[in-house]
C-alpha cells in the first residue's frame, strides 16, 4: 500500500482482556517497529523486526506484550490481560532496510483503551 | 543508554518570525539524529535527519537543523513560520554503535500566531 496502515484505529476493551493489533507496513520494508505513545509523552520503543525476527525486543514492559511477524510483512502487537495502564497510542513504523540512517515511516496509530 | 531532551513543552512564535525548537541528545557513541513531526489525528512524519557531514542539514517544508557536537544539541529552524506549521515536533536519536533502538523526546508544541 500506499503507507503504513494499522487496524484497528481505536479499540476499548475490558481490563483482563486478550487485544491483538495490526500492522501492515509499507510493501517491501524489511524493517519494522512497534513503539507506544502515552499522553504528552514522545513515542517508546517496544520492539523492531529485520525480517521475520525480532531483532530488539528489549522495549516490552513485561511478558503480557508479544509481537510477531511470521511472513516478514504484516505483524500483530498481542498483549494478554491487559491493564489500565496499557492505555495508549500504539504506533507502527516501517523503514526500508532498516539501516541506523533510515528514518521510519509511520502508520496513524491504534488508539487502546482498557476500561 | 541514550536519552533526548526537548526542554520546551511550546514554543509560540508570531507568522513570519524565524523559529527554534531546542533538541540535546546523549548517546555514548556518535549520534543519528532525526526531528519528526505530527499534525493532529495524523501520524508522524520525517522531517530531516543528521547522519554525518555538514552539520547544517536541510529538509521538508523549508525546515533545517544545525548539529553542534560540542553542545550535544540538534535544534531545528525555520527562517519564516507559517501558521501551517503549527504542530508537535519530536527529536529522536539513535546510537551509530549497533543499536537499532530510537529514543523519542518529548515533544514541543509550536504554535505560530497570525
Known amino acids: 500500500g500506499a503507507g503504513v496502515s494499522q487496524t484497528p484505529s481505536n479499540k476499548v476493551t475490558e481490563k483482563g482482556k486478550y487485544v491483538e493489533l495490526r500492522c501492515d507496513p509499507i510493501?517491501?520494508?524489511?524493517?519494522l517497529y512497534w513503539y507506544r505513545q502515552s499522553l504528552g509523552q514522545g513515542p517508546e520503543f517496544l520492539i523492531y523486526f529485520q525480517g521475520t525476527g525480532a531483532a530488539d525486543d528489549s522495549g516490552l514492559p513485561n511478558d503480557r506484550f508479544f509481537a510477531v511477524r511470521p511472513e516478514g510483512s504484516v505483524s500483530t502487537l498481542k498483549i494478554q490481560r491487559t491493564e489500565r495502564g496499557d492505555s495508549a497510542v500504539y504506533l507502527c513504523?516501517?523503514?526500508?532496510?532498516?539501516?541506523?540512517?533510515?528514518?521510519?515511516?509511520f502508520g496513524q496509530g491504534t488508539r487502546l483503551t482498557v476500561v | 543508554a541514550q536519552s533526548v531532551a526537548q526542554p520546551e513543552d511550546q514554543v509560540n512564535v508570531a507568522e513570519g518570525n524565524p523559529l527554534t525548537v531546542k533538541c540535546t541528545y546523549s548517546v555514548s557513541g556518535n549520534p543519528y539524529l532525526f526531528w519528526y513531526v505530527q499534525y493532529p489525528n495524523r501520524g508522524l512524519q520525517f522531517l530531516l535527519k543528521?547522519?554525518?557531514?555538514?552539520?547544517l542539514v536541510k529538509g521538508s517544508y523549508g525546515f533545517e537543523a544545525e548539529f553542534n557536537k560540542s553542545q550535544t544539541s540538534f535544534h531545528l529552524k525555520k527562517p519564516s513560520a507559517l501558521v501551517s506549521d503549527s504542530a508537535l515536533y519530536f527529536c529522536?536519536?539513535?546510537?551509530?554503535?549497533?543499536?537499532?533502538?530510537?529514543?523519542f523526546g518529548t515533544g514541543t508544541k509550536l504554535q505560530v500566531i497570525p
Open positions: 510493501s517491501g520494508h524489511t524493517a
Open positions: 513504523a516501517s523503514s526500508p532496510l532498516g539501516g541506523a540512517g533510515d528514518e521510519a515511516f
Open positions: 529522536a536519536v539513535r546510537d551509530t554503535g549497533g543499536y537499532q533502538k530510537v529514543t
Open positions: 543528521y547522519i554525518t557531514g555538514d552539520n
